[in-house]
């Protein structure tokens, strides 16, 4: 599992909340992915770090920031939570180079916004 | 447009049957994975593929560079093969992902 943790792994809130998501990484990798996974799609990028306080959008990025003050921590915030934000978000990192690159998972977070 | 697409979306087999899931990409890769996720579970990665193929147990991967396809085989199906596979392609800038093909494996 690479070191990954998820914080919290279950989660409902309410719209117009906000919701900060945690990911831990123990391997000092450099590069940390956040991404959602929604029924009928593949998993969509929505921000990602390649380093200490260097991060940049992915393609659903719209209503989340994000920020990485230490190698360690990659944080994900919903500033005013939406219904449409209900999804599984997971958290990756990328290890190894060229086409020996790969990402592992965190074990995802489950957001519920009622 | 999706730059993966997998078939089938789903698929029942029976225990001990051999299972072919496809993924077709559109984009120029440097490597493509295939992933397995279980209910409620994590994501795994099973292999990384280049070109040829790679095998792991009962498990098979083959990729075709050329015609931008890769499949992934089980042999001997087995219900705790039950999961979702993910097809996965990295452009050298980013990964997509396939939507999943769901496999239940009946005893």
């Known amino acids: 599992d690479a070191g990954i943790t998820q914080s919290p792994r279950h989660k409902v809130t309410e719209t117009g909340t906000p919701v900060t998501l945690r990911c831990h990484q123990t391997?000092?990798?450099?590069?940390m992915y956040w991404y959602r996974q929604d029924p009928g799609h593949g998993l969509r990028l929505i921000h990602y770090s390649y380093g200490v306080k260097d991060t940049d959008k992915g393609e659903v990025s719209d209503g989340y920031s994000v920020s990485r003050s230490k190698t360690e921590d990659f944080l994900l915030t919903l500033e005013s939570a939406t219904s449409s934000q209900t999804s599984v978000y997971f958290c990756?990192?990328?290890?190894?180079?060229?086409?020996?690159?790969?990402?592992?998972f965190g074990p995802g977070t489950r957001l519920l916004v009622l | 447009k999706n730059e993966v697409e997998q078939s089938p979306q789903n698929l029942t087999a029976q225990e001990g049957e051999f299972i072919t899931i496809n993924c077709s990409y559109s984009v120029g890769i440097s490597a493509l994975h295939w992933l397995q996720q279980h209910p409620g579970g994590g994501i795994v990665s099973l292999f990384m593929l280049s070109s040829g193929k790679k095998k792991h147990g009962r498990l098979i991967a083959t990729i075709n560079i050329q015609e931008k396809h890769s499949s992934l085989h089980i042999t001997a199906s087995h219900p705790r093969d039950s999961a979702v596979y993910i097809c996965?392609?990295?452009?050298?800038?980013?990964?997509?992902f396939g939507t999943g093909t769901s496999l239940t494996v009946i005893p």
């Open positions: 996965a392609v990295n452009t050298g800038n980013q990964f997509y």
């Open positions: 391997e000092n990798h450099r590069y």
């Open positions: 990756a990192i990328r290890s190894g180079t060229g086409n020996q690159e790969t990402q592992y």
